[in-house]
């Protein structure tokens, strides 16, 4: 296993392991415990360290992440020996031009009312540490502040 | 989504979404963050709120559940459609008997000395409740103390 900060060839890395994988269980911490619920980053195809969620304002996920911003991103794929955890801190976006600029079709089958729903925010979750396992072999990779 | 206390019927739709579901990304809290790796639970073929992993003694994991019980066990098989969130309340066992019981051959890829090596403890993962997405429709079981 290797341990190293992070460089362009590291997220290459990272973004080849996260191919097709466009759904995670997101865990937030929420006091003494945690909640985890499945959440699509929107089939993201260049990782940069951030991944990005829609969500509703309301939703227990942004409740507990403004209270307690570290979470952890759980992806698998056992069919492909494929998996991944990434240890992030998140923050919420409220920005309607940043819900413009990341939207696309398919969500409306989630938030009907489009983009400018003032309900829908974006959950950015900025990656602290990445791990992988699998059959092209292990990574760890600590992202630089 | 249904919220409920769990009677056997429950305990029966939660195996029934668990089924060849044998690989989830146990998370841990360690301090303020978490961290997450894929464990298997052997396979296991009856869900009666426990799910148990073969661990070393020695490991993050044992280490990180001494200090907070509290665990997320997050279940992806994106390509049938279903997710599972078990949080659950984790205990070391460190018990030879039971390390015999649930031994399989298997197990001897990941820990060559067998179930004898005193490296080798089981983690008991509790279920408190039980969060399913999918196809199958979603279901919420809070299991009784």
Known sequence: M???TSTSNDLAAIA???RDLDI???VTRDGD???GRPMSN???VEFDGDTWFFARRDSAAVREIESD????LAYSATERGTWVSIEAEAT???DADEN???WFDELGRWFPEGPEDSEVVLIRATALRVRAWGEAGDLDVRLAD
């Open 2 to 4: 290797t341990v190293m």
């Open 16 to 18: 080849q392991r996260l």
């Open 24 to 26: 995670c269980i997101l």
């Open 33 to 35: 415990g945690t909640h």
């Open 42 to 44: 929107n089939g993201q």
């Open 69 to 72: 911003p570290r979470v952890e």
């Open 92 to 94: 919420i976006v409220d």
């Open 100 to 102: 413009h600029r990341r």
